[in-house]
């Protein structure tokens, strides 16, 4: 797609796929314990509701880990890998991606990921800013030649590779791709290194969510810069959902996640926004709805439901990845009805935006939430037939006890207690 403005209707659904998982997964009193079979159903629950994929979540596991040890439990779900350049050589992750590759039908997906200063130097990368991104262009440049079986040197600034003998040698590493192409590449970068970057390597342009129009203006700038190159991009963006069977049911139930997080877990989550220097007791701005919301935090309360709402049914309250109380991030949710929902996602369609990365706690009942209730209205584009439930009901209550019932085969998993 070269011009968000051209938008077709399909659209690609994914979720997500990680260990931390409960009501409301950013308080202690809202969190699981989970453990690998608590995994295992949630990826072979997103399999069977027919999503495209999912989202491999970054932090203390490690994403190819997960992928390979949930590929012999699922049929056609993508696996969207986060991976940091540099900390595997790009020969090895190739060498990775093609055992992956082989045995799944190609559905290894891979996000690609720059890091910060702070995380890369615990793993022993130490690049400036912009260097990592010239670092990661010539990273996985080496790395896709390697998966497509070019046995030939890379010389470049920073990886060199020595010639790979193939021979004809059926165990050897370096044979052709099992797939038909190169691997995709998902990613994101905001800042003009991190553009100039996107724009030369990736296949989807991903960004955190902001009003549909505010979205389309971002995608068209960066489709701009790909096109001056000669190439296209496809646009993704991550947000929480809501969806039930009323708006009122979905404000609701917005509104008692609200009231349970605490003030003080509220204001963790929105250290992030401020400026540097500033926090919610100092921060200023005149924009009026930010300001109540700032203002609320600062009087020991979290904001009213709908002065958090930046957009009709788009909603900034209170996730695991974050407060968004003073700009859009990884936080934005959809909030209403499936009509609402299914709307909202036609409207980022129109400008552009073709994957939505989406999740809901408790991830395996909200998930069949989604598919019940949100997939049959809208077009989507996932390659294979989306399984038609049929259920005609509402997914198992967002409560620890019903959706850890609903969502096991064999063991639950055990509410933490407050």
């Known amino acids: 797609m070269s ?50 994929g999912a989202l491999l979540g970054t932090g203390r596991d490690d994403g190819m880990t997960v992928a390979a040890a949930m590929a012999a439990e699922t049929r056609r779900m993508h696996f969207l890998t986060a991976v940091y350049p540099g900390l595997v050589s790009p020969a090895k992750l190739a060498q990775m991606a093609q055992t992956i ?18 995380t890369l130097a615990q793993y022993g990368l130490h690049l400036e800013h912009d260097r990592r991104y010239d670092f990661s262009a010539e990273y996985w440049d080496a790395f896709q030649r390697v998966y497509l079986g070019d046995p030939s040197p890379y010389e470049g600034h920073e990886i060199r590779l020595t010639e790979r003998e193939l021979d004809g040698e059926p165990l050897s590493p370096w044979r052709e791709s099992p797939r038909a192409g ?32 505010r979205l389309g203006e971002k995608f068209a700038r960066v489709g701009a810069q790909a096109a001056a190159l000669g190439r296209t991009l496809r646009y993704g963006t991550r947000l929480q959902v809501i969806v039930r069977e009323t708006e009122e049911e979905a404000w609701a139930y917005a509104d008692e996640l609200l009231r349970r997080t605490t003030h003080r877990t509220a204001v963790a989550l929105t250290e992030r926004q401020f400026p540097p220097g500033t926090d919610h007791t100092t921060f200023e701005s005149d ?14 309360r979290l904001p009213h439901v709908r002065d958090l ?15 968004d109380v003073v700009q859009p991030a990884a936080g934005i949710h959809l909030v209403g009805s499936a009509a609402n929902v299914a709307d909202r996602i036609r409207e980022y369609r129109a400008h ?10 408790p991830l395996i009942g909200e998930a069949h939430r989604v598919a019940d209730l949100l997939f049959p209205l809208l077009d989507l584009d996932h390659g ?28 639950a998993p055990v509410p933490v207690s407050a």
């Not at 924009?287 to 020991?300: K, M, S």
């Open 101 to 118: 590759d082989r045995y799944t039908a190609g559905r290894l997906l891979f996000n690609v990921v720059n890091g910060n200063d702070h």
């Open 287 to 300: 924009d009026p709805a930010i300001r109540r919301r700032v203002e609320a935090l600062r009087a020991g």
């Open 384 to 411: 294979f037939d989306v399984p038609d439930l049929g259920t005609g009901h509402p997914a198992p209550a967002s409560r620890p006890a019903a959706a850890a019932k609903a969502a096991s085969e064999t063991t």
């Open 182 to 213: 190169a691997t995709p590449l998902w990613g994101a970068g905001t800042s003009p290194a991190g553009v100039r970057h996107s724009v030369q390597l990736l296949d989807v342009y991903l960004s955190f969510a902001d009003t549909p129009a």
């Open 309 to 323: 709402e930046i957009h009709p049914n788009v909603w900034a309250g209170p996730s695991l990845f974050g407060f």
């Open 3 to 52: 011009d968000p403005s051209e938008a077709r209707e399909r659209v690609r659904l994914l979720w997500y796929l990680t260990a931390p998982d409960g009501p409301y997964p950013w308080e202690e009193s809202g969190r699981w314990r989970t453990d690998f079979d608590h995994l295992r159903q949630l990826a072979v629950t997103i399999d069977r509701l027919g999503f495209y």
């Open 352 to 361: 552009g935006v073709e994957s939505f990365i989406l999740s809901g706690y």
